[in-house]
């Protein structure tokens, strides 16, 4: 028998070591199940394989099409798929023309400013109508916009963000949204790769507490791109207050307009919504990375929302008489598919929120839900790990009732799972776990919430009409209940999945289909099995758990530790808020895990804790992953999106330089953070070692987030 070091030593790449415990299932109540769109089981027989392609008509006939499309899926050059050829619809026409019949005195956005003294404003559905009609011909007459052209948007949580995504969609325009929270060089490198002429932005934001200046990354943007051989006509400029202009950075003449200045022109013009064809780009969102060319998602017109829609509508269980809160920035995926799109294609109520989470309080967001009686709420969880830390007993304190959450973005801990069910959902909401991601379009994991029983820490089945498959290294399949991890994949194409990267087709193979695809030359949607880029596990009852990013594993001694499972294991220490793995290069083992903390309010940093912690990892996972140190930290770096940043801290672990921070939530946070562990390291007698250029690489990119 060969030595345990040596078996260990030699498992396979993709299997995590995967030491989570089964979760027992809770069920949604009487009431949840007796309002949902899908109550029915049959449905998953409607969607089963066997009726594939032809079960996303249920999904495309949510919408109103120009022209009926006579090919449902046309997969002669694979892996670009073509949904609903021949199809023609508009994106703009169906989130807002055609609920002006029935909705047009109802609300579609419900605005909440961050500061709480400012008055809360209403979109309804004919206001929506007006302002999209408006800003659609200023982009027309004004910048000359025309179908195919691309815009970038580097706008902040307003309902102007909205507007001119529906004023693009309006008129075939391929709009191209940068988290506000972004640089301005990161948008200017998104300018330049999509070939915008124009600009949208906005003078300013509020952010906890502050009013940002945002038109000066505006002016940054411009720099790079145009270094980029970005040719840039016109930089559009709402103002956050209108008529005032809270930016430091002049504005240009003859490149630079104030939107309302121009808008003078436009009041009341009407623009005729561009038929598309079904696979015309409607938008693109670049993804995370730092390194290398930018890689912008391109997503149709006819898939895409038809894929929002449906999935909209069954997994969020959204009716048009919903208050739904998103509390997502729609700078990201989740805002684009469950703020705008889906949720408007189906005439319902939308709160948009501009500001932090916790600002000024904790009890921020009970409060909005009591106030506007939002029923559905839906967010990731490093919110929820936030709220829970700075307020744990809030939820308690507001009197609101959802009836559904959703949690998105990251593997959700049970524990903190089980707090976002007892405490937000006052035990009665029913939870979605949402597993996708930016490319995917719209959900590709998750329970229907009537049909299935919830389990804490597993996002469910697959949604419908999704098959996937787990491939170990060789791609073998991993059979449901093994135990073992590996690569999750879809086996099917479905609507919502993007089209291609922008100008980079050849990257789009490689990245999501050369690693399993054995017959390049097949025209068999079969042999295209699409990468997700996330390790797996399933359950013999058919749920996934997802363990992270491939890359987000730390390889201690041959042992693949995923990030969360760690994490997760730590989380059971209850003064523990928050905490976030990342390697430390090591002689010896390769690897060392080392683990950053954030505690519960009020509670000391102590020896006692960083032992608790240690202690949680050998009992809940085994001693090869006890952390070499563990670091009580204030606060994690994390995105505008929330994720934490974890490049950053393995960065300091390792002592080499964190790189660009800018992007961050909390920038400031990280001098402190890497002061206080190089103290303690040098205490420790720990002394910084040369890293290879691979080394560095790999600790500089550790973790997708960014
Ligand atoms: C992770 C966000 C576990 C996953 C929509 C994926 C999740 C990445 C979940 C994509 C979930 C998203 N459970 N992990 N419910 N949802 N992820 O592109 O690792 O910003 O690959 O899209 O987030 O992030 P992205």
Request: net charge negative.
């Amino acid at each position: 028998m060969a030595n345990l070091e040596e078996t260990e030593a030699s498992l396979s790449e993709a299997q995590i070591a995967v030491h989570w415990r089964e979760e027992e299932y809770l069920y949604p109540g009487a009431r949840f199940i007796g309002q949902a769109n899908a109550s029915d089981p049959a449905i998953y027989e409607r969607f089963s394989e066997e009726h594939f392609p032809e079960c996303f008509r249920e999904y495309a006939d949510l919408l109103d099409w120009d022209q009926y499309w006579h090919t449902t899926l046309d997969t002669s050059n694979p892996p670009f798929w073509k949904w609903f050829v021949g199809g023609r619809l508009n994106a703009s026409y169906n989130c807002v023309d055609r609920h002006l019949a029935t909705k047009a005195n109802k609300a579609a956005f419900i605005w909440v400013p961050e500061p709480e003294g400012d008055q809360t404003q209403i979109v309804t559905y004919r206001e929506l109508h007006r302002r999209v009609n408006e800003m659609a011909a200023l982009l027309r007459d004004f910048c000359g916009l025309k179908a195919g052209d691309r815009v970038t948007f580097h706008m902040p949580m307003v309902p102007e963000l909205p507007i001119c995504m529906l004023a693009c969609a309006r008129l075939g325009v391929v709009h191209s949204e940068v988290f506000a929270g972004f640089s301005g060089a990161a948008c200017g490198g998104r300018i330049a790769d999509s070939g915008s002429r124009v600009l949208i932005t906005m003078d300013a934001y509020y952010r906890d507490g502050k009013l940002l200046d945002h038109k000066v990354k505006a002016d940054e943007a411009l720099a790079v791109a145009t270094g980029q051989g970005a040719q840039v006509e016109k930089v559009l400029v709402w103002r956050r207050r209108p008529g005032e202009y809270h930016s430091a950075t002049p504005m240009t003449e003859g490149r630079d307009f104030f939107v309302d200045e121009v808008m003078k022109d436009y009041l009341r013009k009407q623009v005729d919504p561009v038929p598309m064809p079904a696979e015309a780009p409607l938008f693109l969102m670049y993804t995370s990375g730092t390194t290398g060319r930018p890689k912008g998602a391109q997503h149709s017109t006819g898939g895409y929302m038809a894929y929002v829609a449906g999935t909209s509508k069954y997994f969020l269980d959204i009716h048009p008489d919903d208050t739904y809160w998103c509390f997502a920035d729609i700078g990201w995926i989740t805002g684009h598919s469950y703020i705008v799109y889906g949720p408007l294609a189906l005439g319902t109520t939308s709160v948009l929120y501009e500001g932090a989470p916790a600002y000024p309080d904790p009890g921020r967001p009970w409060r909005i839900a009591e106030r506007l009686g939002v029923d559905i709420f839906h967010t990731a969880p490093t919110t929820i790990r936030m709220l829970r830390k700075l307020g744990p007993d809030e939820p308690g304190k507001h009197n609101y009732r959802f009836k559904l959450m959703c949690t998105v973005g990251e593997p959700i801990e049970p524990e903190v799972w089980r707090w976002y069910h007892e405490v937000v959902g006052k035990g009665a909401a029913a939870i979605v776990d949402t597993w996708w991601m930016t490319e995917t379009g719209g959900f590709l994991g998750s329970t229907l919430p009537a049909i299935k029983p919830m389990k804490p820490g597993s996002c469910g089945p697959s949604t419908l009409g999704i098959y996937p498959v787990i491939y170990d290294e060789e791609g073998k399949t991993v059979e449901a209940g093994s135990g073992k991890a590996g690569n999750i994949c879809i086996r099917n194409p479905w609507p919502g999945i993007m089209q291609t990267i922008w100008g980079q087709p050849e990257r789009f193979v490689q990245t999501y289909y050369a690693r399993y695809c054995h017959d390049t030359a097949s025209k068999d949607w079969h042999d295209w099995p699409f990468l997700c880029g996330d390790g797996a596990v399933q359950a013999i009852d058919g749920y996934y758990r997802i363990l992270g990013r491939i890359d987000d594993v730390i390889n201690v001694a041959g042992h693949r530790l995923g990030t969360k499972e760690l994490e997760s294991a730590v989380l059971t220490v209850p003064e523990v808020a928050e905490a976030a793995a990342v390697p430390v290069i090591d002689e010896v083992r390769g690897r060392v895990v080392e683990m950053y903390v954030a505690l519960q309010p009020g509670l000391q940093a102590g020896r006692e804790i960083e032992d608790k912690v240690k202690m949680a990892i050998e009992t809940e996972i085994g001693k090869v992953a006890r952390p070499k140190n563990v670091w009580i930290v204030p606060d994690m770096p994390k995105t505008r999106s929330g994720k934490i940043m974890r490049r950053v801290i393995a960065s300091i672990s390792n002592f080499a330089d964190v790189g660009d921070i800018t992007t961050l939530a909390n920038p400031d946070i990280v001098e402190g953070i890497r002061r206080q562990v190089y103290k303690q390291k040098t205490e420790r007698g720990e002394a910084p070692r040369e890293l290879s250029a691979k080394e560095l690489e790999e600790i500089q990119s550790f973790g997708r987030a960014d």
